[in-house]
């Protein structure tokens, strides 16, 4: 396998998840704000912290609001992570790699690109809005169907699903960040009197709430949505089965053992603590930690298999 | 309203039509797609239209317009209507196409080694080397199977009598296979209901016979031999297709930064695993950025050394370094003279008749007439630089008469052929428009043609350039078993 073309099916991946994330952010995070009294801590401009653009947010925009979040987090061009921006490099990742992916790829991802390009204008539109949201979700999981059922699990595969795990990650680490606004000493008494319905954002925001219910069978409290997000086993989404499966793909790849060293160091700082005693802001210290690391064992793998040294023949 | 108020408008006038006897009676073959045409009501055909403009656009089949204002992506222009060839007339048509590349790899194998064509008189020297495709740092090459033209597209376009001409030999690196692909994947889509009614020859195995055709140049008779298509990238015009065959045909699509040649002079791809040997290279790169060793030295499209890996057998390239030769406006004039020549028979298909205004001769007889003729440079594509007598101004003919004088080697003289139409919509209505054809032809260990081709169809009326980066649009291309139909034709 070329190394552009690992190259480019590694970030399709990363961005194809970063776009149903924040899709699901979004429209989750619409919800729960139609809920909360309006003297909360959380508001619009949580979610531009949540992916930490406040500077580039300054740089674009006067004011919050609504309207301005929402240009921003989807449309804004200047925006790097704005949703379209990240739709728009899946779609040239996909456009460059269409002899390696099963062809309805290119086909759905076009489409999609072409939905949402022509739907932005209409963004300011809550309920209009929050269809497209529903709708981008969706395709997202078309997409992954495609390439979970029809690609041979070649080495392209792995870096894809590599990739896909490491972003879930990242985004997984960003939403637990919000536990130390959830569990701050100081905070307000609305905040305390909406606690069931904000922890239960918090799985929502990462599509856990029905899994969660099932494993236990309690009230949604903060216990439980740490202990569940950030270590369960069975669950997809959360820290431990996101950052396990960044190693069962890394494996195969061609001369993985160090990456794999370094990956598996990560594991053992991240699950040998127990991160449920730790004080609210501690959580936020080790989210922002695992988020560094993430990042560089993402450029780790760009230099040992996307840009190696080599000596030629 | 159905759609038969529009056909009974329909009228080709002077001009040989593709589907349609005279102005009300369709030809033999083509009465079942007619009768299913004039059946339809006009909402419905028009939904088809607006079906296969969605299609195209979602599946991103694109090409690329360079502009002044940036370069643009236009979805591919796709005519609905197809054109019909009957088998009958085709399978004569496939052997004359099959019969001149033959003669043309031979031509090239032999100019660039023991020059018996040459030496016997057939051709001038100077001919051969005014063609801006000859290389010589190709001389003394034996490509395998002495094959240099793997991939060929040539144009043919039909006079008002209906004889059906060569025009030109695409022999560098001809672009469009994989928009001939993508018209009959759009027409199964919009008009399925048609393919139950005729039997329609099949386009979509021509990734296959490509890919067998590379395997049989592999250098060392490697038997799974790794082959790679090599593209200038993204925002060359034809990058749909390039990615399209690579991923059809099974090529690892890949650009001169991911070639290398190593010390032991064969070529490498860097690879996840670090370097792996590549065997077969379909470039669709031109010789002049192929190599900055030996041709363009200011290209960076090209692999450094790949030259010399080619000429040491190392490396099969496809179409082979040089080729370009015979893909020359004055070489094209004596095509039929190679086939009698190499192949003792006479030629199937015949050149459009030709003027070189080499041989002053046929210079003054091309300066008397040249508000009748169509004249082009040796060396140029894609329908640029050409002088169209009946279409241009007292001004352009007198520029062009310059030229011609100035340097008359470079040009070739032809008769405004009355262009072939056929029936295409155009809005409200269906109109007559000239069409061209591009089938294309495989040589390796054996040859193959595609059945029908890339049927080209200029939109505006009156217009005879087809070229899509001119305005030009595509229609899908039928080969139709009409031997059980009888009747008139």
Not at chain 1, 276 to 290: C, S
Not at chain 2, 353 to 382: F, I, Y
């Amino acid at each position: 396998m070329l190394s552009r073309v690992a190259e480019r099916v590694y970030w399709l991946a990363r961005y194809l998840e970063r776009v149903e994330n924040t899709a699901r952010l979004i429209n989750v995070h619409t919800g729960l704000l139609m809920d909360l009294p309006r003297d909360v801590e959380i508001d619009w401009f949580t979610l531009v912290t949540i992916f930490d653009a406040e500077m580039f947010y300054h740089a674009n925009f006067e004011q919050i609001n609504e309207n301005n979040v929402m240009q921003f987090l989807l449309a804004e061009p200047n925006n790097p992570i704005s949703l379209l921006n990240s739709l728009s490099a899946v779609r040239e990742n996909a456009r460059t790699s269409l002899d390696i992916l099963p062809e309805e790829t290119w086909e759905q991802v076009n489409e999609l690109y072409l939905l949402v390009k022509n739907e932005m204008a209409a963004i300011s539109n809550r309920r209009r809005r929050q269809q497209l949201l529903l709708t981008i979700m969706e395709r997202c999981q078309t997409v992954w169907g495609i390439l979970v059922n029809h690609m041979s699990r070649n080495h392209a595969y792995h870096f894809m699903q590599t990739a896909k795990h490491l972003e879930r990650a990242d985004m997984t680490s960003r939403i637990l960040e919000m536990t130390s606004l959830l569990m701050a000493e100081n905070r307000s008494e609305s905040m305390r009197a909406a606690e069931g319905i904000l922890w239960t954002h918090l799985l929502r925001a990462l599509s856990a709430q029905q899994m969660y219910t099932q494993t236990y069978s309690s009230s949604v409290n903060a216990d439980g949505v740490l202990t569940f997000l950030i270590r369960d086993e069975a669950f997809p989404r959360s820290l431990f089965f996101s950052l396990k499966a960044i190693g069962r793909y890394l494996w195969p790849l061609p001369q993985s053992a160090t990456t794999l060293e370094h990956h598996q160091k990560i594991m053992s700082e991240m699950f040998n603590e127990n991160l449920k005693e730790l004080p609210a802001e501690m959580i936020y210290t080790r989210m922002d930690e695992l988020q560094a690391k993430l990042a560089e064992l993402s450029s780790q793998i760009s230099q040992k298999w996307f840009h190696p040294d080599r000596s030629v023949a | 309203m159905s759609m038969m108020q529009l056909w009974r408008d329909y009228d080709p006038g002077e001009f040989y039509d593709e589907l349609m006897h005279d102005q009300h009676q369709p030809r033999h073959f083509s009465y079942k797609l007619l009768d299913y045409l004039k059946s339809m009501r006009k909402e419905a055909f028009e939904q088809r239209i607006v079906d296969s403009e969605l299609e195209i656009l979602e599946r991103g089949i694109t090409f690329t317009v360079y502009s002044d204002a940036g370069n643009i992506d236009r979805a591919w222009p796709f005519d609905i209507i197809p054109r019909i060839i009957p088998k009958g007339e085709w399978d004569c048509t496939e052997k004359g196409l099959v019969q001149r590349i033959r003669a043309l790899n031979m031509f090239i194998n032999d100019i660039y080694n023991d020059g018996n064509i040459i030496r016997d008189g057939l051709i001038p020297e100077e001919v051969v080397l005014q063609s801006k495709g000859y290389r010589p740092q190709c001389k003394g090459m034996q490509p395998a199977h002495g094959i240099w033209a793997h991939i060929c597209g040539s144009d043919l376009v039909r006079d008002d009598n209906g004889t059906m001409y060569v025009l030109e030999d695409n022999l560098r690196v001809p672009s469009g296979v994989a928009y001939m692909l993508e018209n009959r994947k759009t027409t199964k889509r919009v008009l399925p209901e048609l393919f139950k009614l005729l039997h329609i020859s099949p386009v979509n195995d021509y990734p296959s016979h490509l890919s067998a055709m590379l395997a049989s140049l592999a250098p060392d008779d490697i038997t799974h031999p790794k082959m790679v298509l090599l593209t200038p990238g993204i925002y060359n015009s034809a990058y749909f297709e390039h990615a399209a065959l690579a991923q059809q045909a099974g090529l690892i699509l890949l650009e001169g930064a991911d070639l290398t040649v190593g010390n032991d002079g064969y070529v490498y791809m860097k690879t996840i695993h670090g370097l792996e040997r590549v065997d077969v290279i379909y470039r669709r790169i031109d010789d002049d950025f192929i190599d900055p060793l030996v041709f363009r030295e200011d290209s960076t499209l090209g692999i450094p050394g790949i030259m010399q890996s080619w000429r040491e057998g190392k490396v099969a390239i496809a179409n082979a370094p040089g080729c370009g030769v015979a893909d020359d406006k004055v070489i094209y004039a004596y095509v039929p003279a190679m086939i009698r020549y190499y192949l003792n028979e006479e030629p199937l298909l015949p050149n459009v008749p030709t003027w070189m205004c080499r041989d002053p001769h046929q210079l003054q007889h091309v300066l008397d007439n040249l508000a009748d003729l169509v004249v082009k440079p040796a060396n140029e594509s894609g329908g640029y630089g050409m002088l169209v007598g009946p279409h241009s101004s007292e001004e352009q003919i007198e520029a062009f008469r310059q030229l011609l004088i100035d340097d008359p080697n470079n040009y070739i003289a032809q008769p405004t052929l009355k262009l072939s139409v056929s029936p295409t919509s155009c809005g409200d209505h269906i109109a007559p428009r000239h069409v061209d054809l591009r089938p294309f032809i495989l040589s390796g260990k054996n040859n193959y043609v595609t059945p029908g081709g890339l049927t080209r169809v200029a939109l505006v009326k009156g217009s005879l350039v087809v070229n899509s980066s001119q305005g030009g649009g595509s229609k899908d291309t039928w080969i139709v078993d009409d031997s059980h139909f009888g009747g008139l034709n």
